[in-house]
């Protein structure tokens, strides 16, 4: 059976505050579900909705994981803040990946640390 679970990619060289990276994971998270196929999005509802953040440096960083993610058909959103607090507005703070098939998953962003 397959399990699916979603990653929500951070960029921990922002030192967001934790208050402000939990919003930006909300965000990568549910936008990057809005694009998942409805079988995708209701067998990972059924499964508990896992979840994992992990860091990345830089923001090349998300775009090069966002272009692996659309070559292996995982539904991605990244999410540009609008600068109202602590980072300038349009600064990409996080990529959502899936829900997806987490081994799919796993071959692109298994390596990277938990946040």
């Known amino acids: 059976m397959t399990e699916y679970k979603q990653c929500i990619l ?10 402000k990276m939990a919003v930006q994971v909300a965000h990568a998270a ?16 059924r499964e508990g909705q896992k979840k994992i953040v992990l860091k ?8 090069r994981f966002k272009e692996e993610a659309r070559r292996a058909d ?4 990244l999410i540009q803040d609008a600068g ?8 990409i703070t996080a990529l959502g990946m899936g829900p ?8 692109i962003v298994g ?5």
């Open 111 to 115: 390596h990277l640390k938990l946040m």
């Open 56 to 63: 990345v440096n830089s923001v090349e960083e998300l775009f």
């Open 84 to 91: 109202l607090t602590c980072v300038p507005p349009g600064t």
């Open 74 to 77: 995982i539904p991605t959103a």
């Open 10 to 19: 951070v960029r921990e060289d922002l030192k967001l505050p934790k208050g």
């Open 100 to 107: 997806a098939d987490s081994d799919r998953l796993d071959k």
């Open 30 to 45: 549910i936008s990057a579900a809005e694009w998942a196929k409805p079988s995708v999005l209701e067998a990972w509802k």
